[in-house]
């Protein structure tokens, strides 16, 4: 079964810094972005599974970021929490166009 997800235009590119989370609430969903050195943005649910902490203050790190409470380490691309730790959170597809960050819902 296909699930159409809706693509949100959240801001323009050149307004998410580098390395610096921004948390944005996207039709009930709270979600972290972040744009790696290399130009990729990155969006992932906004809460630690072990500490609920805002992973969007967290510090990144190649394509992970540190939960800011807990120093949980959290994949930007599966969302999922390094081990011996456990957990994982949502990721979501992002899409640049016309320079602007869109996020599929």
Known sequence: MNVLKEQVRIMPFEDLPVLIGKEVEIQGNS???FRLTNGDIRAIG???PQTNGPLAEGIVSGEFVYCPL????VSLITGEVQAPD?????TYNV???????????
């Open 31 to 33: 979600i972290a972005l």
């Open 70 to 73: 807990k120093d949980w380490k």
């Open 86 to 90: 456990e957990g994982k959170v949502p």
């Open 95 to 105: 899409e640049i166009k016309n320079g602007d960050i869109f996020v599929s819902i």
């Open 46 to 48: 906004s809460r630690c």
